[in-house]
């Protein structure tokens, strides 16, 4: 009995014990309780109202009277967590609205005006305009080029004229003066007369001792770019053939220079083709005369050179002088035949290359020159009708 009663004894004491500790733990979670709720959210928070008529003390509050009661703490339990679900919701939306607005911005549609936010605390800013671009300046179009002369050509396409040439062999800065490449249909009567004479009305030749054709009018032809000249067999007044020769002393001479023609003369024996020069006016003084070429003299293949000089009672001559390659017969083929003529040489040149020349400067003429081309026949000898002499072009420089 007495194990019994201490027994008893023992138990009361330790649920005693248990009641005390659940007293303790049910004070502390109460004031835990509270000091959550009434910590402030940034709203005013509401005391309770004294109904009891006692006063309370700043230290005091209403639930330190007695402990708290079950429900007191869930009904608290339950108040913290909605207002903490509060708080967390109005976090987040202010988050989203804050999220919104920087989307917003970030979306802005381009070239619009962007202002900054202003300042806190101060006036804010003035909206500056973005500057406008400057508009680019339009590409001037390049013009596409169109056809044009040929280099060293005058004028304008396609009217272009061909640079002057240039004399062969003889390097100098020349001047063209006269030319003619008998390009035409017929003989240009404003550059050469076809007979002898003041009057331009006779065809005798001019060494009737020693010469056997007449210079007809009508014999110098034009022909595929040629001026040609031909004997013809037949009685012409008094002699037994007809030929022909042009010479421009009518309009043209010079005095000093250049000239050269490009020639391709008949090789029959007995023939005797020329390029010369007299004195202007025509028939008015003799000599000087001077003979560029002459063939059927010394040589048959070969041109001669000769200068005459004096007076007519008494005439002078430098001799004929033969030129060019001796393995070369030049009555082949075209050849281009040149007098570089000045105050104290007269030289000619064959195809570029230089021949003999006469150097006395005392004897050396000054009167002006003009140019003759014919074709003669020596006495005594026969050659087919049709034997011809073609002239390519003539060109005078100075």
């Known amino acids: 009995m007495q194990n019994l009663t201490i027994s008893l004894s023992r138990y009361k004491i330790i649920v005693a014990v248990c009641l005390l500790g659940c007293l303790v733990t049910g004070g502390i979670v109460s004031a835990y309780v509270n000091s959550v709720v ?9 005391q309770p109202v004294d109904t009891s008529g006692k006063p309370q003390t700043a230290n005091e509050s209403p639930d330190a009277k007695a402990p708290a009661s079950s429900d007191d703490s869930k009904s608290k339990v339950a108040k913290k967590s909605d207002t903490t679900s509060t708080n967390t919701k109005n976090k987040t939306s202010s988050t989203k609205r804050e999220t919104e607005q920087k989307k917003t911005a970030s979306v802005a549609k381009p070239g619009t005006n962007q202002s900054p936010p202003p300042l806190t605390g101060g006036s804010p800013s003035p909206t500056t305009p973005a500057p406008t671009p400057a508009p680019s300046p339009t590409p001037t179009p390049t013009p596409t080029p169109g056809p044009t002369c040929p280099a060293g050509y005058s004028g304008s396409y396609p009217n272009c004229a061909a640079p002057d040439p240039s004399p062969v ?58 001026l ?4 013809n067999q037949g009685s ?59 063939f059927g003299l010394s040589s048959q293949t070969r041109p001669s050179f000769n200068y ?16 060019g390659n001796s393995a070369v017969d030049y009555t082949q083929d075209y050849h281009t035949y040149g007098m570089l003529w000045t105050p104290s040489k007269i030289q000619v040149f064959i195809d570029g290359a230089p021949g003999p020349s006469y150097t006395n400067s005392a004897n050396i003429t000054n009167k002006p020159q003009y140019l003759i081309l014919n074709l003669a026949l020596k006495k005594g000898f026969t050659v087919p009708s049709g034997t011809a002499m073609y002239v390519d072009y003539v060109r005078v420089w100075q």
């Open 38 to 46: 009434q910590k402030p959210t940034g709203k005013e928070v509401r």
């Open 169 to 226: 062999g003889v390097a100098g800065d020349w001047q063209l003066i006269m030319r003619d490449e008998f390009n035409g249909s017929s003989l240009n009567t404003n550059m050469w007369t076809t007979q002898r004479g003041p009057s331009y009305s006779y065809g005798d030749p001019y060494n009737p001792q020693y010469e056997d054709a007449y210079y007809l009018a009508n014999n110098p032809k034009v022909q595929s770019g040629k």
């Open 228 to 231: 040609v000249l031909t004997l």
């Open 236 to 294: 012409t007044n008094g002699y037994r053939y007809s030929s022909g020769m042009v010479q421009n002393g009518r309009h043209f001479s010079y005095k000093y220079g250049y000239t050269e023609a490009r020639i391709n003369v008949p090789g029959n024996v007995g023939v005797w083709p020329a390029y010369w020069t007299l004195a202007a006016p025509v028939d008015q003084s003799w000599p000087p005369e001077i003979d560029i070429f002459e």
């Open 308 to 323: 005459h000089y004096g007076s007519s009672s008494n005439p002078q001559q430098y001799q004929l002088k033969i030129y």
